[in-house]
C-alpha cells in the first residue's frame, strides 16, 4: 500500500500539465474544514501555505482570506488546549507532593505533559515557513491536489481530493468498514475497482514515498527467538530524483446534509520492485510516462486494454531507501 508520500502543494507546478484550479473546489475545502475545525488536521500543512499565500489572481480573495481565518483559529484552539493542560498539569503536581499522592494524578501529569509537548510542536509548525521545495506530506484521510480532466468540459482541472477513496454505492458507514481504500490493487481493478477504472482517472505529484515494513525485513534477516514483529518506516526515493506522477482513480461524493460534496481518490499499487521487495514491501505505487499521462486522463472505459497497458509502460525509476526520521 502507499502509507504515504510527498505531495507537491505548489499549484504553479501543475501549469506545465495544462491544469487550472478549480477555485470552487478549494473554496469549499476551505470552508468545510474550517466549520468542522479539521483544518490543519487533513489539510497538509504546504498546501495550507499555498492556500493563504496564494499570489493575486490565483485564488480568490474570498477563499485566501478564509483560509487565513482558519489558520488564527487553529493557533487560538491550540493554544487554549496548551492552557488547559498546564493548569491540568499544576493540579496534578500539587497532589503528587501532597501526602497522599494518587495514581489519577500520575496519570494526569503524565498525559498533560504530552498534551503540552504535541501543541507546542503544532504551534512552531503553523508558525514556520513551508517547505522550501514546495512539497509536503499526505496520509490517508488527508486532502491532496490531483490533476483530472473535468468530465463535463475535457479541461484540465487541478482539484482537492481526500486521499481514501469513496467506492460508488458506499455510504460514510461503508467507508468506516473499510478504510483501505487509499490503495487501489492493480490485481483488483476488474473487480472492487470496476465501477471506477476506466471512468475517473487522475495523476497526483510526488517526488519520494513511504511505507512502514518490519524492521528484520528491513535487514533481511528472520526473527530471533523470543523477538516481536517491529514496525520501522522507510523513505524510498527515485535514484534520479525525477517526479513521479503516480496513477490515481478517483469519485465525487455528492453533498448529504450538513456535508458538501468533495473527491476522494485512491492510488494505484502493483507488485513491488526487486529493491522495494528487498526492504520488505509487498506493493509499490505505479508512476506513469509522462507522455501517457493525456491518455491517462481521458480513459475508455470500452477499452480497458489500454490502460492496463499504460500501467505496464510505467516509469520504473530505482528506487534508494532510508529509514525516516
Known sequence: MCYSAQIWDDFTKYARFGGKLNIKEFAK???????????????????R????DAASGTLDVETISAARAADTEAIALIASEIGV????????????????????AEYDRRVATNKIEAGKKKLEDMASPSPADGVD????????????????????????MRYRCRLPGWT????????????????????????????????????????????HDLQQRALVPGEREQNIEVMFTPSTRQELFVACLWTYVEAAGDNPGF??????????????????????IVPLRQENIDAWLNPDAMN??????????????????????
Open 137 to 160: 506530506r499526505i496520509w490517508p484521510g488527508h486532502f491532496a491536489p490531483v490533476l483530472i480532466c473535468d468530465p463535463e468540459s475535457g479541461e484540465r482541472m487541478i482539484v482537492p
Open 263 to 284: 473527491y476522494t481518490f485512491a492510488a494505484i499499487t502493483d507488485e513491488p520492485p526487486p529493491e522495494v521487495a528487498a526492504v520488505g514491501h509487498d506493493r509499490c
Open 85 to 104: 493542560q498546564e493548569a491540568r498539569l499544576v493540579e496534578a503536581n500539587a497532589k503528587l507532593a501532597s501526602p497522599k499522592p494518587t495514581k489519577k
Open 304 to 325: 480497458l486494454s489500454a490502460q492496463i497497458g499504460i500501467l505496464d509502460d510505467r516509469e520504473r525509476p530505482y528506487y534508494e531507501h532510508q529509514v525516516a526520521a
Open 49 to 52: 501555505s499555498a492556500i493563504t
Open 29 to 47: 475545502l476551505v470552508g468545510w474544514t474550517k466549520q468542522k475545525g479539521s483544518w490543519i488536521k487533513v489539510v497538509p500543512k504546504a498546501m
Open 172 to 215: 460514510e458507514a461503508d467507508e468506516i468498514e473499510k478504510p483501505g481504500t487509499y490503495n487501489a490493487r492493480r490485481d483488483k481493478l476488474s473487480t472492487v475497482w470496476r465501477n471506477v477504472f476506466g471512468y475517473g482517472h487522475g495523476v497526483m505529484v510526488v517526488d519520494r514515498f513511504y511505507e512502514s515494513v518490519h524492521l
